[in-house]
């Protein structure tokens, strides 16, 4: 049985030099569904693990070039595919570049194998030793944790439609506030100064 488990993604960080992305692809939290993935049960991967959009199999987009798990979650770098021919799978990973950039695909995703679990008290399951199989670009978070924190590259014309540098924007609490929704750093329990 594969499982996913699903986590908020956040642009902090643009370069125009690679179509990178990093951040948490795990955190060790009760996600929405209740269960746990704990990060030291991460196996290293048997091969690569692709990159996809929406845990489609026949749309992967990239390559996952690094995983560290550590008693946080498990860090990630991944790498999307620049494909210089006109064609199908150009468009896709183009199309997925701009949706990460954008925000359309704001979440991170992983498939994983379940080799050892326990139940948790409250129900849900406490995943103790996983492989990974994929990560996936999604819409729908379900780990808040689980965030990018680093974007790397953007397209030519996209640097040149925003202008030579792109405004780095900080919203406060009262952003939030009037916008009717908490701060993610709130539901998190941080302080923010």
């Known amino acids: 049985m594969n499982r996913h488990a699903v986590g908020f993604a956040e642009i902090k960080t643009l370069d125009s030099e690679q ?11 009760v996600d929405r569904v209740g269960d746990i993935v704990e990060s030291r049960g991460l196996q290293p991967p048997r091969g690569k693990v692709n990159l996809l959009l929406d845990h489609d199999h026949g749309r992967a987009v990239g390559i996952v070039e690094d995983l560290r798990s550590s008693d946080n979650g498990v860090r990630f770098r991944a790498r999307l595919a620049k ?24 979440a ?9 679990d326990e139940p948790l008290p ?12 994929e990560l996936s670009l999604v819409s729908v978070p379900a780990c808040a944790g689980a965030t990018i924190d680093t974007i790397k590259s953007l397209d030519r014309q996209l640097l040149l439609k925003a202008g030579p540098r792109l405004p780095v924007v900080r919203l406060t609490d009262e952003d939030y506030r009037r916008a009717g929704t908490t701060p993610p750093w709130r539901k998190r329990g941080v302080v923010r100064l």
């Open 122 to 133: 409250g129900g849900g399951r406490r995943f103790t030793k996983w492989e990974m199989l």
């Open 108 to 116: 991170v995703s992983i498939g994983f194998k379940p080799l050892t």
């Open 83 to 106: 494909i210089s021919q006109p064609g199908a799978l150009k468009e896709l990973v183009d199309d997925a570049w701009q949706m990460v950039v954008t925000g359309l695909r704001s």
């Open 19 to 29: 179509r990178i992305i990093e951040g948490w692809a795990s955190r060790v939290e």
